[in-house]
Nanobody, 118 residues
């Protein structure tokens, strides 16, 4: 089993920046990738960014390309999401999730709130 804990959320003005952290523990050796998702009230959960754990390959949703950067620190078992040029539309609860070699996401963090004011 893998445990994931997000941190770093908060309230920021439009145009500002935040860095989210996702720290993993437990049986993490089989993790294929870690991804960030977000969910705003009344909306579906949507994909934000993903990083493959070994290769470090990344991909992003079109809505955040050029503004967000996902990265990892292997020694700390931590994945980061650097969010720049934030917009009110980025307001959501942000979740990290671990992807297994089956490509499923069975493990999720508790979420961290990001609020961007205009």
């Amino acid at each position: 089993q893998v445990q994931l804990v997000e941190s770093g959320g908060g309230l920021v003005q439009a145009g500002g920046s935040l860095r989210l952290s996702c720290t993993a523990s437990g049986r993490t050796l089989s993790t294929y990738a870690v991804a960030w998702f977000r969910q705003a009230p009344g909306k579906e959960r949507e994909f934000v960014a993903r990083i493959k754990w070994n290769a470090g390959t990344t991909n992003y949703a079109d809505s955040v390309k050029g503004r967000f950067t996902i990265s990892r620190d292997n020694a700390k078992n931590t994945v980061y999401l650097q969010m720049n040029s934030l917009k009110p539309e980025d307001t959501a609860v942000y979740y990290c999730a671990a992807q297994l070699p089956t490509l499923q996401y069975p493990y999720w963090g508790q979420g961290t709130q990001v609020t961007v004011s205009s």
